[in-house]
């Protein structure tokens, strides 16, 4: 059998073990620790714009915290991109509260700002407003931000940024991750830099990076015994975890260069091919490139030219199923225009780790190639 290509593995620096030594040398295995100060430090450094970063357990417990510090609870609404994965909506049923899906727009297959309008209209007349918006840089490709926060605050609705797969994307030059009221960085095993597994929470002031880190920590109050005046969570990020992530911080921006240059490659690989379309920027985002997509022409091309790849052992995927299709969600509202339904049906996402060799990238290619000669 020929060797995996994986779509989007782990991609090791080796600048990570001497953070890792030193968290065993000193002891230093906690919740806590001089690792988990610095790679805050290290992505508020990167991100800018004044922010405050606490590192967690996951980009879902990131999401779930600032949740509960817009005080999302039973009863509220709240909005979320449809065209996404299932941890941008699962933590809104964990807090009892109804998701209410928002459809895509063509431009950047994210949240589609005339859609949120109407949903927001739509649950006012029906009698609740929504509680807060959560929109995502899908794919790394930055959301429509300036329409979006628009009617977000004609409304007067919090915007929660799930920036999990957007880390060293930009639009109008200043960085993902800082648009949002709250904003979710995600470190999984697959994103463009990872700490095996881990997230951040992205405040605006140190006051809620404090109360975050107060819950994440089990909300124990400030007493010599264990008092707790509110339920808490076990969602802070390990020192050793955290290690990683100082290490990779080292590398992140050749990593996303990485990902461009596969992409770039594909597109002129595939230049003369008019059966698969590309999502280009706008002017003024520059995407990280995440994962780079393809649209085919039928959803049969699509599953075809997936199961070309699986034969010879390359990894893809179609695009995220929308959370409208899901059976979990599929009792809650949904305002829709047919993007995501489409998106879905034709479109894959190919292989696009900055670890890739020139040679599977040319594997990749040679498979995309021989499957439309023979289809």
């Known amino acids: ?25 000193s002891n230093w295995v906690a919740p806590l620790g001089p690792n988990v100060n610095g790679f805050e430090k290290d992505l508020q450094a ?39 994965f299932s941890a941008s909506a699962n933590p809104i049923v964990y807090q ?15 949240i589609c700002p005339i859609q ?16 807060a918006i959560i929109a995502v840089h899908l794919y790394g490709m930055p959301y429509k931000v300036d329409e979006v926060n628009a009617v977000a605050s004609k409304y007067n609705i919090a915007v929660i940024e799930d920036s999990a797969e957007s880390l060293g994307s930009y639009y109008k030059g200043k960085n993902c991750g800082t648009f949002g009221d709250f904003s979710v960085l ?42 707790h005046s509110q339920i808490g969570y076990n969602y ?29 490659f594909y597109v002129e690989s595939f230049k003369n091919n008019d059966k698969i379309v590309f999502l280009k920027e706008p002017e003024n985002y520059i995407s990280n490139r995440w994962l780079s997509c393809i649209l085919l022409d039928t959803k049969e091309t699509r599953e075809g030219l997936r199961l070309a790849l699986e034969q010879e052992n390359i990894e893809s995927r179609p695009l995220w199923k929308p959370m ?20 879905f049906e034709k479109g894959l996402c190919l292989p696009s780790g900055s670890n890739l060799t020139d040679q599977e990238l040319e594997r990749v290619i040679t498979t995309v190639n021989n499957y439309f000669r023979t289809c």
């Open 1 to 25: 059998m020929k060797s995996k290509i994986w779509l989007s593995s782990p991609h090791m620096s080796g600048n990570e073990l001497p953070y890792i030594q030193d968290a065993f040398d």
């Open 46 to 84: 990167y991100i800018k714009e004044d922010r405050h970063v606490a590192a967690l357990a996951s980009g879902t417990s990131a999401l779930h915290l600032s949740l509960i510090l817009l005080d999302v609870k039973q009863g509220d609404e709240v909005i979320c991109q449809s065209k996404t």
């Open 96 to 110: 009892g509260a109804t998701p209410v899906f928002v459809d895509s727009e063509r431009d950047t297959w994210n």
């Open 116 to 131: 949120l309008e109407i949903a927001i209209k739509d649950r006012i007349e029906k009698g609740t407003k929504p509680k």
């Open 186 to 227: 995600s470190f999984n095993g697959n994103k463009i830099i990872t700490t095996s597994g881990g997230g951040a929470l992205v405040t605006k002031t140190i006051e809620l990076k404090e109360k975050a880190i107060f819950l994440a920590t089990q909300a124990r109050d400030n007493a010599p015994h264990y008092l």
């Open 236 to 264: 802070r990020m390990s020192n050793i975890v955290a290690g990683i992530g100082r290490g990779q911080m080292t590398v992140l921006d050749s990593h996303v260069e990485k990902r461009r240059s596969n992409y770039k």
């Open 324 to 343: 409208h299709q899901q059976p979990v969600f599929k009792k809650y509202p949904s305002y829709l225009n047919g993007v995501s339904d489409h998106l």
